[in-house]
């Protein structure tokens, strides 16, 4: 255990030991100011889908579900469901009591709606989901969903941010994105829209007529935009905010504030979005078309290090496709330890034998431009497989240039992390499906990779419905997959989330400080 | 009295000269005492300057001395590459401009005002975030805002000597206009434009450390603007990252605007009058 | 007659530079590898072909380059900027908003340095070769020659971090106090670090000109023949030597105060100040094109408007130029 994480389990234990101290009743009133940054371009999910749209979206929207720590569905908007044994039909009951922040009153028309034109419409990540869904309305506060195949994933695409519920009289019949009525936005959620100050905050107040009675909690939210990161901190630490998460605070200074007291520091709360940072490999250009010379990467990094002096500890090493926190990760895979003899038996057995200067190829690596830790990961990654005689020079870029190379293939290797999201069918597959290789578009099958074998058990596991077999077929794919290693997996990402030990119940499921934060209370 | 006699009698600038012997010598020999690579993970990351690191270690565990000494080289070579490039866009302009007159004159005029109405940061970031940050990219953007002072000071210089009887004599013995310009005209204009390139070296260097510090530096090349820049996150855990790299562009910049004024007071004859009356 | 000559010549060169700068901005930026589509398919986390092409169709960007200019060139002669990419909201608003910041940050450096850096120059000379003299001069040198960025941390390092006297980032106080005056000082308290940073260097340079431009006229006859006649030494100093000094002293005023508003990327960058070049340099992180073209338009207008400001000041303070150049 490295000394990072010895403070930070040093001070979870504090503040869980101030937890139980206070196990009592949830006390009413308090304003909770968080950090947001960057300001976002809106704050309505889907016409909106960037990380800082969904801190303020997510307590004013609301889904018919939402996935506790183990992605194990909860009920929100709906009451119960109810799945037909061929797969093909969901029934969702509603709730009766929920009403609009306008008054009226929200019904199955406005699911329907949600489904069957705002998502396909807007939300682009969930949109290949509800194409595939018709919906139709059985009863005021009944909705069916019918498809023409199984499709497992489903269970999984009803939270908040892959299928907010809109206000259906709000927006039918409108230009979603133009719709004045984004800029004030009215859901269902517990907390309802007062104003946004641009480049101050956005200011969310308690939703009186929230369905869960006596919730929320708290009187107010502040979403402030600090936009220094080192000011972020200061502001945790002399308490003007209580709350910031993700990539708000640089992780070398997440330690420092874990050892201060007043401040938990935890990182539970990300198991939906379940971020795997790797290196992608152009699997079209040579040497990476071999496997051998994308194992030698693999075996000549040593993912500790990473773990520990650039991600300061808010990581754990990956092994393969899937995040260990899914429930249908396997961890019996083929394994890369840290090993450069290895690598260089590897590549010698390649042919590619080192010159006079020690070097056995050359390749470039385009770093991920989103600050200085992306720095020191290229600049490490470089001086590692130079070790073993793979010369590698940077390239760097702005996010624009990278995302442009990045979506048309015209990289080496490039540092990239991406969210596996709650059900591999939707987060995972979309990096190695054949029929994901979309030139031009970001966050599809860039690296090339292509085994017909993998495909068909993709499709297999999307449209089966048993879990157990699933897991069969998950097993298969990522045994598969890591050996191939058509990138190269680095870390897990931790995204830390920071707050004051008086902020209580704020991370109580899967989607962390994107919860409706309904049950979160500020102790006195 | 003669260059150098006038020159040494100038305190400053022989310290300067000095100094930048020093600097020079630590980029030169950077390879030989320092012959891994300054990227390398030497040991613990975030050590303070003592027995392990001379001055300190960074968050990878690269030692802060190596970078200072590998990192002259970007700084020396920038600063000299780009002045170069520079003197050379702005004599070409200038002279042309000056010999010429008229028109020739006007157009080359406007087009400098226009690059100097840009602000010249601005435009410099600008340069190398579009021709992607690199050290080809930066000389570019340096010599590109850096231009124009050079081409005015040429202009004036070749307006005053081009109606010289030397020059009158060349043009009507017919010697071609591109001989006179650089073989009659410009040795006579030389003095002032050494003394500004000097300068502007030095001008070079913080530019380059600015763009660095921005995250706008050659990323395969360590630098000192690029060794300040990458510790700002940690700057309060660890003030050796900063502090050193910051302490050698200073040295550095100040030894060159040194020895450019005692260079200046050398060559300039009025100047030379004021000091030694 | 002459001075309605001077700025009629003067806005028609104005003009033909700024459409200039309009023309070179656009082609440089469109140079950049990348556009704004990708920038915001990469912060979704998703994207399809369908969301590229929308956002470009929506921008614009799916025309030819040509075409886009003449649209960008005439909606800047009718005073529209656009909407950014990013926020969609007019750029004009954006740039407006960090203004002020800006010009209080650069204003205040300004001042300081104008205010300090000449009369240091005049105390250089006047007490030339002696140790007040030395001790400004190598000063001067100094600040001269530290990069602007690395003085602002060590300022951070050594009146925020280890002394705790001032604020180390931003412009104000996350929740700002109540009361006007309380607000006032607050703001005042952040402006301190930043403002002295960027002040120093023109401090520096101010101090090294004037006490070049004073000792060269020292020299020169006519203050020679001025001492001749008896006058008391204050006043050759005060009425010849410094009223010709002050030529380079306004021409150098005149440039920085055209940097007033593009002037302070480090210095923003350093202290986390809310003004236009922090914004112009996330505007060019970002590729949004319309935000960072407004920007430099904005900066590049007040270079050409102090550029007129100088040359009237300088014909003030010296007929000579006047009757040479009209």
């Known amino acids: 255990m490295s000394r990072v994480w010895k403070s930070i389990a040093f001070a979870a234990g504090l503040a869980l030991s101030a937890t139980t101290v206070a196990a009592q009743a949830p006390q009413k009133g308090g304003i909770l100011n968080s950090t947001l940054w960057p300001e976002p371009p809106g704050i309505v999910i889907g016409v909106n889908l960037n990380a800082p749209t969904l801190l303020p979206a997510t307590k004013m929207f609301e889904g018919l579900m939402t996935y506790d720590f183990n992605l194990a569905p909860v009920p929100v908007l709906a009451e119960s469901w109810e799945i037909a044994p061929d797969g093909l039909t969901y029934t969702f009951k509603l709730r009766r009591n929920v009403k609009w922040h306008d008054g009226k009153p929200f019904t199955a028309e406005d699911v329907v709606f949600s489904f069957n034109e705002f998502m396909p419409q807007v939300h682009s990540r969930s949109r290949p989901t509800f194409e595939r869904v018709k919906t139709t309305a059985v009863d005021a506060h009944t909705v069916r969903l019918e498809l023409k195949e199984p499709y497992a994933p489903l269970i999984r695409s009803f939270d908040t941010l892959s299928a907010p519920i809109m206000p259906a009289h709000l927006y039918k019949g409108t230009d979603f994105r133009a719709n004045p009525i984004n800029q004030t936005p009215v859901g269902t959620g517990p907390f309802k829209f007062k104003e946004w100050k641009k480049g101050e905050y956005v200011h969310l107040v308690r939703n009186d007529s929230y369905w869960q009675a006596g919730k929320p909690y708290l009187d107010a939210i502040y979403y402030r935009f600090i936009p220094d990161s080192a000011s972020r901190a200061l502001a945790l630490e002399t308490g003007q905010v209580q709350l910031a998460a993700q990539t708000d605070i640089e992780f070398v200074d997440v330690a420092r504030l874990g050892k201060i007291p007043g401040l938990v520091v935890t990182t539970k709360g990300w198991e939906w979005n379940s971020t795997i940072s790797w290196i992608e490999l152009n699997n079209r250009r040579k040497p990476f078309d071999d496997p051998r010379f994308r194992r030698a990467i693999l075996h000549a990094l040593d993912r500790e290090f990473i773990r520990t002096n650039i991600f300061f500890g808010l990581a754990k090493v990956a092994t393969g496709p899937l995040h260990s926190s899914s429930p249908f990760y396997d961890p019996n895979v083929p394994a890369y330890p840290f090993d450069p003899a290895k690598a260089s038996a590897l590549l010698d057995e390649m042919g590619l034998k080192p010159d006079g200067g020690g070097v056995r190829a050359r390749v470039k690596l385009l770093g991920l431009p989103y600050g200085e830790l992306w720095s020191r990961l290229s600049e490490y990654i470089r001086q590692a497989l130079g070790k073993v005689g793979v010369q590698v020079t940077l390239e760097s870029s702005d996010v624009a240039g990278w995302g442009s190379r990045f979506a048309n293939w015209d990289y080496d290797m490039t540092t990239t992390f991406l969210s596996m999201l709650a059900d591999p069918a939707l987060g995972v597959s979309r990096t190695y499906l054949t029929s994901n290789i979309r030139k031009g578009v970001l966050f599809t099958n860039t690296s090339g990779y292509s085994n017909p074998e993998v495909d068909a058990l993709f499709a297999k596991a999307a449209g089966s419905t048993d879990e157990g077999e699933r897991k069969r077929l998950y097993s298969q794919i990522q045994k598969i997959v890591a050996g191939a290693a058509p990138i190269a997996w680095l870390v897990e990402i931790q995204w830390p989330t920071i707050h004051s030990a008086k902020l209580r119940d704020a991370i109580i499921n899967g989607f962390g400080p994107n919860d409706s934060f309904a049950d979160a209370w500020l102790a006195k | ?277 | 007659m002459r001075i309605l000559l001077f700025l009629g010549g003067w806005l028609v060169k104005a003009a033909l530079i700024l459409l200039a700068i309009v023309v070179l901005n656009f082609c440089l930026v469109r140079l950049a590898p990348g556009d704004v589509a990708t920038v915001l398919a990469g912060e979704s986390g998703a994207a399809d072909a369908d969301f590229l092409a929308r956002t470009r169709a929506e921008f614009g960007l799916d025309r030819p380059l040509p075409a886009q200019l003449a649209t960008y060139v005439g909606n800047v002669l009718s005073l529209d900027l656009g909407v950014s990419y990013r926020t969609r909201r007019p750029v004009a608003d954006m740039v407006l908003e960090r203004l002020p910041a800006t010009l209080l940050l650069t204003g205040t450096a300004f001042l300081f340095a104008l205010g300090v850096g000449p009369a240091l120059g005049v105390l250089a000379a006047v007490k030339a070769r002696r140790p007040a003299d030395s001790l400004i001069t190598v000063a001067a040198l100094v600040f001269y020659a530290m990069p602007i960025f690395w003085v602002g941390l060590l300022f951070i390092l050594f009146f925020s971090v280890t002394l705790g006297w001032l604020p180390p980032f931003g412009m104000r106080s996350l929740i700002p106090p109540s009361g006007e005056l309380a607000r006032a000082i607050d703001v005042a308290r952040h402006l301190v670090l930043p403002a002295v940073t960027l002040g120093l260097f023109y401090v520096a340079i101010y101090a090294r000109l004037t006490r070049g431009a004073m000792l060269e006229t020292a020299g020169l006859d006519y203050v020679k023949t001025a001492r001749a006649k008896g006058l008391p030494e204050w006043r050759v100093v005060t009425a010849h030597i410094l009223r010709n000094a002050m030529l380079p002293i306004i021409t150098f005023a005149g440039l920085q105060a055209g940097h007033l508003v593009g002037g302070a990327i480090v210095a923003e960058t350093v202290f986390a100040w809310p003004g236009i070049g922090r914004l112009a340099f996330d505007a060019l992180l970002q590729r949004d094109y319309n935000l960072l073209l407004a920007v430099f338009l904005a900066s590049a207008v007040a270079v050409v408007l102090f550029n007129f400001v100088t040359d009237l000041l300088l014909r003030i303070a010296d007929p000579r130029i006047g009757a040479a150049g009209g």
């Not at chain 2, 968050?59 to 003197?87: K, P, Y």
């Open chain 2, 1 to 277: 009295m003669s260059f150098w006699q006038s020159f040494l009698r100038n305190r400053g600038a022989v310290a300067g000269l000095a100094v930048l012997a020093a600097v020079l010598l630590l980029a030169l020999s950077a390879p030989f005492l320092f012959s891994f690579d300054p990227w390398d993970t030497r040991g613990a990351p975030l050590q303070p300057p003592g027995e392990g690191f001379a001055l300190g270690s960074d968050m990878l565990g690269r030692d802060v001395l190596a970078g200072i000494f590998h990192g002259a080289r970007v700084s020396l070579f920038i600063g000299v590459v780009s002045t170069v490039f520079a003197v050379v866009i702005g004599v070409v302009v200038g002279a042309v401009a000056g010999y010429f007159g008229g028109l020739v004159d006007d157009v080359a005029m406007r087009f400098t005002e226009f690059f100097q109405t840009i602000p010249s940061f601005v435009l410099a970031v600008l340069l190398v975030a579009i021709l992607t940050p690199g050290l080809a990219s930066i000389v570019i953007a340096i010599s590109v805002v850096t231009w124009p002072p050079v081409a005015r000071l040429a202009r004036s210089e070749f307006l005053a000597l081009r109606h010289r009887a030397f020059v009158e004599a060349a043009v009507l013995s017919g010697v071609s206009h591109i001989r006179i310009i650089f073989g009659e005209v410009l040795p006579n204009a030389l003095t002032p434009i050494v003394i500004m390139a000097s300068l502007m070296v030095a001008t070079a260097i913080l530019t380059e450390s600015a763009l660095s510090f921005l995250g706008l530096g050659d990323p395969n090349r360590i630098s000192w603007g690029y060794m300040i820049g990458a510790a700002r996150a940690v700057f309060r855990h660890a003030w050796w990252l900063s502090v050193f790299p910051g302490l050698a562009i200073f040295v550095t910049v100040l030894a060159i605007n040194l020895v450019g004024e005692g260079l200046n007071d050398a060559l300039n004859p009025h100047m030379r009058r004021r000091t030694d009356p």
